[in-house]
């Protein structure tokens, strides 16, 4: 029972408004299983270790410029990604819809005395 | 030669998995090495190549082994039962289906998930290859009869491997792949169940190993043997939970997950009971090889239980999820308990690998002691690397993740040092009955 709760689609809040568009993020998605780019990033502490965690990427205060600088033009480990404009925004598009979703920021949880945690209300 | 491996096909799983083992060993220094030396191997695809190749070799060693060993054992016990040309479609579609993955790889072309990153195509033959496994072991193993636990650990970890197998492919329906978080949990789920299923075909293989070497046939039709098996599959059917703590769900799945992980306490004060029996035979039995492995087997139980946890509490795992802590657990798991487990089956089960062997030469207890050592210094250091990552994610100050990783590289170092001495040792230890089985076949 406990395992099919994961299958109710009421079992998952969305703790924002949905402000992004759906089909868009969802070809992102397959843009970034394609690119293998969650052996290096993470989403929720999912993915490899090599590179930062990217779930809340997209409002870093650097900016989307910066963002597409980096995938494009790659770093001291990240090679570079030739995406074409319309791939691209796809693949932003995932990395808003991740952002949307909540924060995978540890600082952001309240630690209980039982050793449970609970995300703070913002 | 062939005239052996048509009598005992069942070989060439073993045979197919220790070249999967020295496979997962080398690109793992290699992707290793890539923390130190960033423009390493781009030539060969860096690391987004080489990190799924190591992993992908990793899991099929444990599988091909575990399935091998299985049919191996099962052979003791029915001789006649084996069909063999079960056993080579099932190797045909396992050769079709990893050559396939590898051969995604080696193209770049990805398109699946988190440790299954190749095409999904490939996925078809690696299926039906378990397919095949799971009606081979209904052929041999009679329904009528009263089952020791390691027939029941067998039959589950095939079945929920390869119900699990399918659900890991759900992400292909655009509903179930929109919903991010859904999404998500499904896939801690399925890595933690598909986990649980491999763990119960080797855990079962380990109470055949016992029974084997006590001579003692109560011990996998006792009361105890059964209490631990259920508690193995309420945890491979539940205990995923606390991959998800940090996920935006509900706080009763948080809850239970976390209640879920500690009834583990109950394995470990198992353990702990057992622990001074265990070394009392061991100082008689250690010699014998098959045993040791055993025996280290169980020192990597214990350690990897309080380190799992441990982590298990939500307010400690949210200082090491997504660092190298989680990566330390499932090397402490996969090589010190798994891959030790399928060790001491290949010495006791694979024909004639130790006939020439009453006396094991001194280089191969080097190999053991060092693969034991090194484990344990990887081990360390990826627990070191992931704690400095931890109390980074927790500054107010951070500084920046590229020079947390040049603060890092002092335990990436000590993990490249470890991981290099682990694939010499490891190697020595797996291809030594491996060779032994091929001279002994010239001699035959």
């Known amino acids: 029972m406990y395992s099919a709760t994961i299958y109710q689609l009421d079992s998952t809040p969305i703790l924002k408004p949905i402000t992004y568009k759906v089909e868009l993020a969802d070809q992102g998605k397959i843009i970034w299983q394609q690119n293998n780019c969650s052996t290096c990033h993470q989403i929720y502490g999912l993915g490899g270790y090599l590179g930062p965690d990217l779930t809340n990427i997209y409002s870093h205060p650097a900016g989307i410029n910066y963002l597409k600088g980096i995938i494009r033009g790659g770093s001291k480990q990240m090679p570079e990604f030739k995406f074409t404009d319309s791939e691209m925004d796809a693949l932003l598009e995932f990395l808003h819809s991740v952002d949307q979703s909540g924060t995978a920021d540890p600082r952001n949880f309240t630690l209980h005395p039982n050793g449970n945690i609970s995300p703070k209300v913002p | ?444």
């Open chain 2, 1 to 444: 030669m062939i005239r052996k491996i048509k009598k005992y096909p069942e070989a060439l799983f073993l045979i197919l998995a220790s070249l999967l083992l020295g496979m997962a060993l080398l690109s793992g220094v290699m992707a290793g090495l890539i923390y130190l030396f960033p423009n390493l191997f781009q030539h060969l695809g860096g690391f987004k190549m080489l990190r799924p190749w190591h992993v992908s070799s990793a899991v099929f060693w444990i599988l091909t082994s575990a399935s091998g060993l299985m049919m191996l054992a099962l052979r003791e016990i029915h001789p006649t039962r084996t069909v063999p040309g079960l056993i080579a479609l099932q190797i045909l579609l396992l050769l079709i289906g990893i050559f396939g993955v590898f051969y995604s790889y080696s193209i770049g072309d990805f398109g699946g998930r988190e440790y299954w990153e190749f095409n999904p195509i490939w996925a078809l033959p690696i299926g039906l290859a378990w397919c095949i496994h799971l009606l081979h072991f209904f052929t041999i193993v009679s329904v009528n009869q009263s089952w020791p636990v390691y027939y029941w650990m067998w039959m589950t970890g095939s079945v929920f491997f390869l119900f699990t197998f399918l659900e890991n492919y759900l992400w292909m329906i655009p509903e179930i792949r929109q919903d991010l978080i859904r999404d998500m949990t499904i896939q801690w789920k399925v890595n933690g169940s598909l986990v649980g299923s491999w763990n119960q075909l080797i855990y079962g293989t380990a109470f055949y190993l016992m029974e084997k070497t006590s001579g003692n046939k109560e011990l996998a039709k006792s009361r105890l043997s059964f209490l631990l098996y259920f508690l193995g599959l309420f945890n491979l059917m539940f205990n995923w939970g606390h991959h998800i703590y940090t996920l935006p769900t509900e706080s009763y799945v948080r809850l239970i997950a976390y209640a879920v992980s500690m009834t583990e306490w109950i394995f470990l004060a198992r353990i702990f009971y057992f622990w001074k029996q265990n070394i009392r035979s061991a100082k008689a039995q250690f010699p014998y090889f098959p045993y040791r492995f055993l025996m280290a087997a169980d020192f990597w139980i214990f350690l990897s239980m309080a380190h799992a946890i441990l982590i298990s509490i939500p307010a400690l795992n949210l200082f090491t999820h997504g660092t190298h802590v989680t990566v330390a657990h499932a090397m402490g798991t996969t090589i010190g308990i798994n891959s030790m487990i399928i060790l001491s089956g290949i010495y006791q089960l694979l024909p004639e690998a130790n006939a020439s062997t009453q006396i094991y030469p001194s280089y191969l207890r080097h190999s053991f002691w060092i693969a034991q050592g090194s484990l344990l210094v990887f081990w360390i250091s990826l627990n070191g690397a992931g704690i400095t990552k931890g109390i980074w994610m927790h500054s107010h100050s951070q500084i920046s993740f590229s020079q947390l990783m040049t603060q890092s590289m002092p335990w990436f170092g000590a993990f490249v040092v470890s991981g290099t001495l682990l694939l010499l040792s490891l190697s020595t230890l797996v291809y030594f009955p491996i060779l032994n089985y091929f001279k002994n076949s010239v001699k035959s």
